[in-house]
């Protein structure tokens, strides 16, 4: 029996509103991010950081430049300095890195099967963590959907939400959600995030020495498609005020730019020095 044909047009047509709605858009974002994140350890990256730090005027004060790669040991993200402040580490420096990255290898081959598997499972309930924490968004926020956009020459859903007026979130990480507000833009294509925007509307509090960020702070996160499989992070934006303890202020820019995403065969081991007899 063939469907009515007003059948199937009112189908297409609920699918499309579907897929429209601001907060089913974002939960799909969500998901794709989550996996993009699995699959992130399959491959090796560098990246550069500027971190300003500004005077009560907003006038630079000193800037800090590093930059890194991060490898892959066994399912493990490490991370190995190449330069600072635009200068490669000289020899010195150089083997002090190769003699950390010696040690954490053999740290990691030497584990226990047992050792290994509870590694493993802390990664994976961490990642569990963040995204129980992401996913609570869609029900904290009144997410409304914008005018279409384009990022990177692609076509975008832009949403923007703010925290929904007495909402509770139900993790204690959630809650710094209720301080923010937001735009995300989603790639139509791929439900990927090609750009986050996040400001702070209170002041969000953390950590053992009660770190202190202002309301005013802002965050840029964009994201780049590396290949069909998955988009990774490549650039994040921070600027804001905030304070350490009772007595240090802070005020600071920093950027975040990743880049030279190599994907590698899970089978590749890292060579390393070995060990002095």
Wanted: net charge positive; no cysteine.
């Amino acid at each position: 029996m063939r469907p009515h044909r007003y059948t199937f047009l009112a189908f297409l047509t609920a699918t499309a509103a579907w897929a429209q709605d601001p907060r089913e858009l974002v939960r799909r974002s969500i998901s794709q991010d989550q996996l993009d994140w699995v699959r992130m350890k399959d491959y090796t990256w560098q990246a550069h950081s500027t971190e300003k730090h500004l005077d009560t005027h907003g006038k630079v004060e000193s800037t800090k430049r590093e930059t890194w790669e991060t490898l892959i040991l066994d399912g493990q993200p490490y991370r190995r300095t190449l330069e600072r402040d635009g200068k490669p580490l000289g020899p010195e420096e150089q083997r002090a890195e190769q003699k950390k990255l010696d040690r954490e290898t053999r740290r990691l081959s030497s584990e226990t099967p047992a050792e290994r598997q509870r590694r493993l499972e802390d990664a994976e309930k961490r990642r569990r963590r963040e995204f129980a924490f992401l996913s609570e968004i869609p029900e904290l926020f009144d997410l409304r959907l914008e005018a279409d956009s384009t990022v990177d020459g692609r076509p975008v859903w832009v949403v923007s939400g703010a925290p929904r007026p007495g909402a509770k979130a139900k993790s204690g990480d959630a809650k710094m959600l209720l301080k923010l507000r937001g735009r995300m833009w989603i790639d139509k294509a791929t439900y990927q995030w090609a750009r986050v925007e996040a400001e702070t509307t209170d002041t969000i509090s953390w950590g053992l020495f009660l770190a202190r960020l202002s309301p005013g702070a802002k965050m840029t996160f964009e994201q780049t498609e590396v290949n069909s499989e998955l988009w990774l992070p490549k650039r994040l934006l921070l600027t804001g005020s905030g304070r350490i303890g009772l007595i240090k202020r802070l005020s600071q820019d920093e950027e975040i730019e990743w880049s030279n995403y190599q994907k590698f065969s899970v089978d590749s081991k890292i060579v390393t020095d070995a060990p002095k007899q």
